[in-house]
C-alpha cells in the first residue's frame, strides 16, 4: 500500500487506484483530512500522492488513515464490462443447473434450450475476455 513517506508526504500506490472514480473518491478523502495541503492522484500509475503538515496530524496517524482510505469499498459505479462480466456469469449458471437437471430427467428438448441459453452466456463471457484470451 504505502510506498514510501517522509514527514509531510505519503505515496500510495494500489491497482484499485487505477480505476479513476476510485482514485478521486480516495482523493476527495484524503483532501478532507485534518492537516492535509494537497493530494495528487495519478490512476494511470495507479498512485496517490498525500501533502500534509506533521505539526496537524503525526506522521505514523495519517499513514494509518490514508491506508485506510485505500482499504475502503468503492462505492461508485461499475464499468460496463464488469456489468457484461457479472451478467453473463449468473446467466450461465441460471442456465446451467436447469439444462443439467432437464438431462438427467429425460427432457431432451428442454436441455437443449437451455444448453443454448448457457453457450450465448459463455459466448457473452468469453467476448469480454477475447483480448486477453487471444494473446
Same mark, same amino acid.
Given at each position: 500500500?504505502? $510506498?514510501? $513517506? ?9 491497482? &484499485? ?9 480516495? $482523493? ?8 492535509? =495541503?494537497?493530494?495528487? @492522484?495519478?490512476?494511470?500509475?495507479? @498512485? ?8 496537524? *496530524? ?6 494509518? &488513515? ?9 462505492? %461508485?459505479? &461499475?464499468?460496463?464490462?464488469? &456489468?457484461?462480466?457479472?451478467? @453473463?456469469?449468473? %446467466? ?12 438427467? =430427467? ?7 434450450? *437451455? ?6 452466456? $459463455?459466448?457473452?463471457?468469453?467476448? %469480454?475476455? =477475447? ?5
Amino acid at each position: 500500500m504505502i $510506498a514510501s $513517506a517522509i514527514p509531510g508526504r505519503i505515496r500510495v500506490r494500489d491497482g &484499485r487506484l487505477k480505476q479513476a472514480g476510485f482514485a478521486q473518491q480516495v $482523493a476527495e478523502a484524503a483532501q478532507a483530512l485534518a492537516g492535509v =495541503s494537497a493530494v495528487r @492522484s495519478n490512476p494511470a500509475a495507479g @498512485s496517490l500522492v498525500v501533502h500534509y503538515d506533521t505539526a496537524v *496530524t503525526a506522521e505514523e496517524e495519517m499513514e494509518e &488513515r490514508v491506508e485506510a482510505l485505500c482499504l475502503a469499498p468503492y462505492a %461508485g459505479p &461499475r464499468s460496463l464490462r464488469a &456489468r457484461v462480466a457479472q451478467a @453473463s456469469k449468473i %446467466g450461465m449458471l441460471a442456465t446451467l443447473v436447469p439444462s443439467l437437471a432437464f438431462a438427467v =430427467s429425460g427432457y431432451k428438448k428442454l436441455h437443449v434450450l *437451455t444448453g443454448a441459453g448457457f453457450l450465448l452466456f $459463455a459466448g457473452m463471457h468469453m467476448a %469480454g475476455y =477475447s483480448e486477453r484470451l487471444l494473446k
